[in-house]
């Protein structure tokens, strides 16, 4: 296992379509998270995972926009109805709590999305 | 609430030259700092982490970071730039509850003139 990965790494959809991406993180990872960069900007909260429990949701995450990870491993992030202002960068990061430790997140290289 | 300031959206420097990238931060609680490194269309790569340990962090590639609580900064520092350091810089700052979500600076983009 070499790190986050993410798929697709592309997509290109038109307005109003829906959309899913998936992220796969490092394996013994028990937290997950969610994030949308825009050009020019930092990665902007969106959600995060302990294991299979969705804890906490930005308002940024709109009621078009749902998470899961069923199983406590993979994760899927999907936008329904997509507006042409959700074209961003989507990033997933994995990070693992150990006593004491840092909350230390490992991102993967992203899914680009263009809304036409 | 936590925030994260970076100075200067693009810093340009000469190869061999000192790099220099400012970030401040805001936190109601002992924070961990982080930069992270961006290339063009790749996720963030992390360069070095504060966790209160020893204030000078040194990280990969050369890079290190100064914590100081008095300025609230966490500037990052390389003694040489290397064509190679040509990408956008993050400074992160998150609870040191070893929470969760990270809030990201706006990035600092560097050139780096040969």
């Known amino acids: 296992d070499t790190g986050v990965s993410q798929d697709p790494r592309h997509k290109i959809t038109k307005r109003g379509q829906n959309v899913t991406f998936r992220c796969d993180p490092i394996?013994?990872?028990?937290?997950l998270y969610w994030y949308r960069q825009t050009l020019g900007q930092g990665p902007e909260f969106l959600t995060y995972f302990q294991n299979e429990a969705q804890l906490e949701k930005s308002r940024l995450l709109s009621d078009r926009f749902s998470a899961e990870r069923p199983k406590g491993s993979f994760s899927t992030l999907e936008i329904q109805r997509t507006e042409q202002g959700d074209s961003a960068m989507y990033l997933c990061?994995?990070?693992?709590?150990?006593?004491?430790?840092?909350?230390?997140?490992?991102f993967g290289p992203g899914t680009r999305l263009t809304v036409l | 609430a936590q925030s994260v300031t970076q100075l200067g959206s693009h810093v340009s420097v000469s190869e061999g030259a000192l790099v220099l990238l400012r970030c401040n931060y805001s936190s109601s609680v002992p924070p961990y700092l982080f930069w992270y490194v961006q290339y063009p269309n790749q996720g963030l790569q992390l360069l070095l982490k504060?966790?209160?340990?020893?204030?000078l962090v040194k990280g990969i590639n050369g890079f290190e970071a100064e914590f100081k609580k008095s300025e609230t900064s966490f500037h990052l520092t390389k003694p040489s730039a290397h064509m190679s350091d040509a990408a956008e810089y993050f400074c992160a700052v998150s609870e040191n509850t070893g929470g969760f979500k990270t809030i990201f600076g706006a990035g600092t983009r560097l050139f780096v003139k040969a």
């Open positions: 990061a994995s990070s693992s709590i150990l006593a004491g430790g840092t909350d230390t997140q490992y």
């Open positions: 394996s013994e990872h028990n937290r």
């Open positions: 504060y966790t209160s340990a020893a204030t």
